[in-house]
């Protein structure tokens, strides 16, 4: 018979919960289109590369289409073969604030042909990212259509970005074709 004494030791006793990694601070599961939406959101005022990538598609999962970024107009030669690895270099390479908070605002928004599983999300933007790059604006300014669906275990995910000059300021494709 083998007896254990742990004198103090409370092996039964519960611990306090580990707080949650800092990978997916304040993001939700993406249970509807306004919410991934709101992640990015929160991903950019975060810089947080692998929230912002959450909000895309899975192309690993059989089936998932193929990611795909649509520039503005200015730009359509330089994304020509834009995947999601490329989209996760560009976060990257934006780095860590300068100085005051990121931002995403959006206005005009609307949801079109929404269905149970697909949906299409329009607005105006105004991207502000403080970065560390001289002479490129940190305020850019355009037009986004972006398509949804959900995947197999219904979370949803961008899969088409649309981006549209819609002033004569520089849209997010051009903060995307400089990092």
């Not at 919960?17 to 249970?31: C, D, F, L, M, R």
């Not at 959101?41 to 929230?51: A, E, F, G, V």
């Not at 690993?60 to 996760?88: C, H, M, Y």
């Amino acid at each position: 018979m083998v007896i254990v004494c742990c004198g103090g030791c409370n092996l039964f006793q519960t611990r306090d919960p580990q707080p949650p990694s800092q990978g997916s601070v304040g993001v939700e599961p993406p249970i509807t289109p306004e919410i991934v939406l709101a992640n990015l959101q929160l991903s950019i005022q975060n810089h947080n590369t692998d929230n912002y990538m959450r909000c895309f598609v899975d192309t690993t999962i059989p089936g998932a289409p193929a990611f795909t970024f649509v520039p503005s107009a200015d730009f359509q030669g330089i994304f020509k073969n834009w995947q999601l690895e490329d989209e996760r270099r560009y976060f990257q390479n934006l780095g860590a604030p300068t100085s005051g908070s990121p931002y995403l605002t959006t206005s005009n928004e609307q949801y079109i042909n929404q269905a149970s599983t697909t949906a299409e999300y329009t607005a105006d933007y105004i991207l502000f990212y403080p970065h560390h790059q001289a002479g490129v604006p940190t305020e850019v300014r355009g037009y986004m259509h972006m398509y949804l669906q959900t995947d197999g275990q219904h979370g949803w995910s961008i899969y088409r970005w649309e981006d549209t000059r819609t002033t004569t300021d520089s849209t997010w494709s051009y903060l995307k074709a400089h990092f």
